[in-house]
T-cell receptor
């Protein structure tokens, strides 16, 4: 089925560094969502984007909905150990969410 | 707000038995609930979409007779894995969605199914 292309697949960074990940698609989405999943748990919604070009922040997290509605990025500033986990982008289309492959983030103290 | 619970969190069963997983939206009414399956190190795969009071819509390749979904109320959906086999072992996650422009989905904590 259709998938979003999410990159990078994994990142190993030092505590305090900034992180950036992005998703692209060949299709247009009405809504972009960013989730974080900790091991053995369900995804938790971090940021929701509804309008093309929209830039939204949630604490140290910032996400933007691409102007073409085919891409989005998520930035995490000043990373901390608890940022460790898998981050998923998801696009809403036809009543369903299409997920990216995930970015696994590791933060070294 | 927007809390979704799942029960049980873990289940181990013998091959051939059936397992029921419950998904509840605790503080809102979910017009739609979704069931996903996730294998280790992989993304979430949508299995089916269910609306309260109507039959679930299954994704291509998902056996409707194998994965029975019931959405009896606006706060409860159940997934029954019938005649489970080891290959059904996986992490099953439900989500509850709201209608309208926001199209957000809130996920449950997941259920780890192990079939021996």
């Amino acid at each position: 089925g259709q998938q979003l292309n999410q990159s990078p697949q994994s990142m190993f960074i030092q505590e305090g560094e900034d992180v950036s990940m992005n998703c692209t698609s060949s299709s247009i989405f009405n809504t972009w969502l960013w989730y974080k999943q900790d091991p053995g748990e369900g995804p938790v919604l971090l940021i929701a984007l509804y309008k093309a070009g929209e830039l939204t922040s949630n604490g140290r997290l910032t996400a933007q909905f691409g102007i073409t509605r085919k891409d989005s990025f998520l930035n995490i500033s000043a990373s901390i150990p608890s940022d460790v986990g898998i981050y998923f982008c998801a696009g809403h289309q036809g009543g369903k969410l299409i997920f990216g492959q995930g970015t696994e983030l590791s933060v070294k103290p | 707000g927007a809390v979704v619970s799942q029960h049980p969190s873990r289940v181990i069963c013998k091959s051939g038995t059936s397992v029921k997983i419950e998904c509840r939206s605790l503080d809102f009414q979910a017009t739609t609930m979704f069931w996903y399956r996730q294998f280790p190190k992989q993304s979430l795969m949508l299995m089916a979409t269910s609306n309260e009071g109507s039959k679930a819509t299954y994704e291509q390749g998902v056996e409707k007779d194998k994965f029975l979904i019931n959405h009896a109320s606006l706060t409860l959906s159940t997934l029954t894995v019938t005649s489970a086999h080891p290959e059904d072992s996986s992490f099953y996650i439900c989500s509850a969605g709201t209608s309208g422009m926001y199209n957000e989905q809130f996920f449950g904590p997941g259920t780890r199914l192990t079939v021996l």
